[in-house]
T-cell receptor, first 112, second 111 residues
Framework: KAGVTQTPRYLIKTRGQQVTLSCSPI?????VSWYQQTPGQGLQFLFE???????NKGNFPGRFSGRQFSNSRSEMNVSTLELGDSALYLC???????????FGSGTRLTVV | TQLLEQSPQFLSIQEGENLTVYCNSS?????LQWYRQEPGEGPVLLVT?????EVKKLKRLTFQFGDARKDSSLHITAAQPGDTGLYLC???????????FGTGTRLQVTL
């Protein structure tokens, strides 16, 4: 069965712009989570959606937002990009969460 | 704030050697997951442990969850070059919709 698909794989944006990243979870998985991975901070939780509702949120500024559609596909948006937003953004899906997530390959965002 | 400290941070060993990676916290977790990540890819789930004192074996990998559910270890027997990667532990609480990831252990296994 198909895995978690993230698009695009690579993105270069200019400071001040906004960006939208997309994630298609494994078929049947209703939980989709987003993480930011940087060399300095490691993997940090952004937010989780379940059946189109945000169920949990990490400690990121309001510039980071997300949504989930009725087919469980999810998008995350970052507005007013800063240099420090350069990171690998990972999406993960699960049917239960408690027993493990399947991650996508990520979107590498570079802000210049 | 929940923190998961992993040790060691880096490990470079030769094929055939044994190693143990530790994951420690002052917080209690309902489950503990281990992932391996290779460059340019997302983490891949290796195992989930949910019961204090639980031990799980996957071929040459042995995972243990501490009795108090605050710590875990990963032991690899007879390491192979294919074991090279970044090993991450991740703790879940409650409904487990939010994972707290450890600081990571970068393992390199050479011939």
């Amino acid at each position: 069965k198909a895995g978690v698909t993230q698009t695009p794989r690579y993105l270069i944006k200019t400071r001040g712009q906004q960006v939208t990243l997309s994630c298609s979870p494994i078929s049947g998985h209703r939980s989709v989570s987003w993480y930011q991975q940087t060399p300095g901070q490691g993997l940090q939780f952004l937010f989780e959606y379940f059946s189109e509702t945000q169920r949990n949120k990490g400690n990121f500024p309001g510039r980071f937002s997300g949504r989930q559609f009725s087919n469980s596909r999810s998008e995350m948006n970052v507005s007013t990009l800063e240099l420090g937003d350069s990171a690998l953004y990972l999406c993960a899906s699960s049917s239960t969460g408690a027993y493990g997530y399947t991650f996508g390959s990520g979107t590498r965002l570079t802000v210049v | 704030t929940q923190l998961l400290e992993q040790s060691p941070q880096f490990l470079s060993i030769q094929e055939g050697e044994n190693l143990t990676v530790y994951c420690n916290s002052s917080s209690v977790f309902s489950s503990l997951q281990w992932y391996r990540q290779e460059p340019g890819e997302g983490p891949v789930l290796l195992v989930t442990v949910v019961t204090g004192g639980e031990v799980k074996k996957l071929k040459r990998l042995t995972f243990q969850f501490g009795d108090a559910r605050k710590d875990s270890s990963l032991h690899i027997t007879a390491a192979q070059p294919g074991d090279t990667g970044l090993y991450l532990c991740a703790g879940a609480t409650g409904t487990a919709s939010k994972l707290t990831f450890g600081t990571g252990t970068r393992l390199q296994v050479t011939l």
